[in-house]
Structures are given as C-alpha cells and as structure tokens.
C-alpha cells in the first residue's frame, strides 16, 4: 500500500520539565497505530514546534506538558501556526492540565487535553478521527490554499478560511 | 494481493496552481517546500509534475550522504557538521531517514531531538523521512525530496540514513559524496562491514573519537583500504577522520575534506558521470513505474487474484502466465513457453 497517506503527528515536549515519559509512551502508540510521528525532545519553544510542524508539514501536533505553563505556551503556539497560516494543523494537549484550565484551553481550539490514565487507544482514535479530513485526501486539497494565499484571485478554493486571507494580505 | 506501486489516479490539477508552488518554492517558501515533500512522499498525482518542472533548477547544491550503523553519532554529527558549514554561510537542507515499522508501517522519527540546535535557523531546513518498507537505508521518496531541496537553493543537502549496516548502500545513487561513520571499539564489526558500506565510503569517520580504541580503529579502517585494489585505480585518497560530535572536535576539518571531495569530482569528471547514472536510474524507475500502472489498470485485481492463485495450486506457472499477461498488454514478442 505505497499509497496510503500516513497520518504524520509531531509529539512535542514545550516548557522546561523534562519529564518525557508518557510523551515517548503516546509517541509509541501513535507509531503502532500506524503513524508517522515526529519526536522532538523536551523544551521546545513555541517557535522551535511551530517550525518543525511546518517543515515536517504534519497533520497533527500533541504537546506534552507537566510544568504547568501550558497558559503561557498554548496561546503563542496557536498564534504562531496561524501567522504561518498553518493552523489545519490539528492541535492537542496532554499532561497535566487542572480542570479550571480546559475552557480556555479548548477555546484556543486545542483539543483533546488527554490527562493521566487516558487509554493510549483513546488518543489514537481521537488523532484518526480529528485530523482535517481535506489533509488526508490524495490530492491534498491544502495545496490549492497555498496556491491562492500566494497568488490572489489565481484559484478560489471553495473552502476558503480568514486565516488564509490574512497570509494572503501579508 | 495487488501488484506492488498502488493505485494512482490521474488527476487534473490545474496548471496554474502548480506553478504556484513552484513559484513559491523556487523562492525559498518553506510551506510550500514542505507541501511539496509531501506531495512526494505521498505520490500525489501532482509531484511529478512539480518535480518536473524542479528539475531544471537543481544541479547546484553539494548532496552529501551521511551512514553508519545504528548509534554511530550520525545524527549528532549531522547537526555539527551543519553548524560549522553555517559558519561558512552555506544554507543547508537535511533529510533524515528513520526505519519505518515493518508490521504496522509507522515510525518514530526521532533525528530532530539531536538538531534542536539548529531550530530557528531561516537557512536550514530539516524533514523526517520515514524508510515506509524501502531496505536501501533510504525512502522511495529520498532523492525526488533531494531535488526539492536543490531547487529551494540550499547549497548542501544532507542525507543522513537508516542506521544502516552491511547492504544498505542505496545512499551512493543518491548522494555525491559519501561519509560512512564509525566508532571505536566495534572490533569485528569492521570486518562485517567492510564488504558493504565499507566500500562506498568516499570519507570515513571515526565518530566518538574521545573514547579509546579510535587510532586502532582508524588504522584497522587504513589497512582494509590498503587492501581494496579497485580503490588504486581512483585518484581521490579516501580520508579517515576522526571527530566526536558531542565536542566538535574534527568537524572543520570534516567540512574542508567535503569541499574538496566536490572539487575532486568535477576534476576528474566523476560529477558528470554520476549525474548520468542517476538520470539513466531515476528514468528506468519511472519506466518500471509506468509499466506497473500499465499492468493495473490492464489487470483487474479479481483476475490478478485469480491468475495468482493459478500459479500457487500449481494449474499454471508464472512464466507462462506472466508472458500471457505481457502479450495482452502489448510487450511480449511470442515466446511464451509451450
């Protein structure tokens, strides 16, 4: 099956502990699931993940974070990805985030937010089943986003978002 | 079962968007360089002809290859030699290939955790390959990435690949020079290895030099060059260095023996020749690909089932059948066996 489009994930590590366990244990489950994932090691910034999300062009980034400084990290990563315009980058979080934390998180548009004792088959099927479908397909319709972000007017891509607009108008 | 290559369909892209991203990579768009990999990573139906138009912007960049045996420091050394070729404000571009898994076809891609140093950096751009069942050391996919790369304009391309041992030599049709790293302390291992990547190493590195054994292990490396008489006919002398690439120490030196194996090369007119086998190689892949297609959509996968079958419970055999096949596609003079 040289075809099949693999589900490329990058697993991050932003902030500053290093407790990388559980992400290399969810990285190992991702890959028995069938995917590519992307491993980049601990204390990543914001800009260091955002960078390597692009240059790996993945579907998908899971950040896990114990520190508690997800408040801080979150919202830089999801304005990083939408200067970049790549914010069909379905993001999630895992760790340990405390309860009062989710509204805001989720609202930022990262989803997920696995905490201790979620099933590895839990996130796997949660990753299959989030990632932005149009990613997915053989002909990778992002392509045609890309394309009218550069040139104006050149392709109208029916499902054109603001984001993309904005890159447009850079 | 189905025919190896999988299905491709034809798609009509339009044109226009195509130069597009191509616009955008030739002007150094590292999304659309991204996307592009991808695309031919992926097969899409759009990456030849993106790569086709690519191809008359590539032939500048210095394609090195970087392989040794799992744990030899290759990535690590990748990183360093990137930075110290930084410091000779090359732009560089780095493909790391990592095994996929044979049995559920993921893969963990772990090389960037040794070039967080690198992040941040706008003239490096580094993509994780997974091998996605090729043995070669590399993926399908190394050497279309190669020309994407070129095209962007980075002046090094750098290989690194799976953790390779005896056989995986598919780096030497990809790569113009070819580092083939070592450590101390592997004994016989250098004896295992000296039939395979032993003999496609343009420069060998003893990596991890700080630790005993590296002059014995150097001078094994001497002694079993001094032994491989189609080395004598060639001009360049192949070096052996040592380095350790968690203290930098000998990757200046690395860099200037790089430099001047390029200059060798277009010396000697081995530049040239090689360009030659990799067009007539990547032309006769993309001949078998078509074929294959050709075969497809001739063949339906009910009768492809059937046919094999036919050969398994013996009622046939695969000559016979496979000319049969050939003949109704138009290949096969008719001596198909009685």
Request: hydrophobic share 45%.
């Amino acid at each position: 099956m040289a075809d099949e489009r693999k589900i490329r994930v990058l697993v991050a590590k932003p902030g500053l502990d290093g407790h990388d366990r559980g992400a290399k244990v969810i990285a190992r489950a991702l890959r028995d699931a069938g995917m590519e994932v992307i491993y980049t090691g601990i204390r990543q910034t914001p800009q260091m993940i955002v960078e390597a999300a692009i240059q790996e062009d993945v579907d998908a980034i899971l950040m896990s974070i114990l520190s508690g400084a997800h408040m801080a990290i979150f919202p830089k990563v999801m304005e990083l990805l939408r200067e970049n315009g790549a914010d069909d980058i379905l993001v999630m979080a895992g760790g340990i985030l405390p309860d009062e934390d989710i509204p805001a998180i989720e609202a930022m548009g990262i989803k997920g937010n696995f905490g201790p004792g979620t099933p590895l088959a839990t996130i796997t099927a949660f990753v299959r089943a989030n990632v932005r479908p149009e990613r997915l397909e053989h002909d990778l319709a992002p392509l045609e986003q890309i394309d009218a972000a550069f040139e104006p007017g050149a392709t109208t891509p029916a499902h054109d978002e603001p984001a993309r607009r904005e890159e447009t108008g850079r | 079962m189905s025919l190896p290559g999988g299905k491709r369909r034809v798609a009509s892209m339009p044109t226009q968007a195509n130069e597009n991203i191509v616009t955008r990579l030739l002007a150094g768009d590292r999304r659309a360089l991204a996307r592009v990999v991808t695309l031919i990573e992926n097969h899409a139906p759009q990456a030849q002809r993106i790569l086709a138009q690519l191809h008359a912007h590539t032939g500048r960049a210095h394609i090195i290859g970087i392989t040794g045996s799992p744990g030899a420091g290759k990535s690590t050394l990748v990183m360093q030699l990137a930075r110290e070729l930084r410091r000779r404000e090359r732009t560089i571009g780095v493909i790391a290939v990592d095994p996929s898994s044979p049995f559920t076809g993921g893969a963990i891609l772990g090389d960037r955790i040794r070039m967080q140093e690198l992040s941040g950096d706008p003239h490096v751009f580094i993509r994780s390959m997974a091998s996605r069942g090729s043995l070669g050391g590399l993926a399908v996919s190394t050497r279309d990435t190669v020309r994407a790369l070129d095209a962007a304009g980075f002046d090094v391309v750098i290989i690194e690949t799976v953790g390779a041992g005896q056989a995986e030599v598919e780096i030497v049709r990809a790569a113009q020079t070819v580092v083939v790293v070592t450590v101390p302390g592997m004994g016989d291992d250098i004896q295992a290895i000296k039939a395979g990547i032993l003999e496609i190493a343009d420069i060998f590195v003893v990596n991890k030099a700080d630790r005993p054994g590296a002059d014995q292990t150097a001078a094994e490396l001497r002694m079993l060059l001094s032994l491989d008489d189609t080395r004598k006919e060639r001009s360049w002398r192949v070096p052996i260095l040592k380095t350790s690439a968690t203290t930098g120490a000998g990757i200046p030196e690395l860099a200037d023996k790089l430099d001047e194996h390029l200059a060798a090369l277009k010396e000697s007119g081995q530049l040239a020749a090689r360009g030659g086998r990799q067009a007539q190689s990547e032309m006769l892949a993309l001949l078998h690909q078509a074929l294959v297609e050709r075969i497809e959509a001739a063949i339906g996968p009910e009768e492809w089932d059937r046919l094999v079958q036919e050969v398994v419970e013996r009622r046939s055999d695969p000559y016979t059948t496979a000319a049969r096949l050939a003949a109704r596609i138009g290949l096969a003079p008719s001596h198909e066996p009685a």
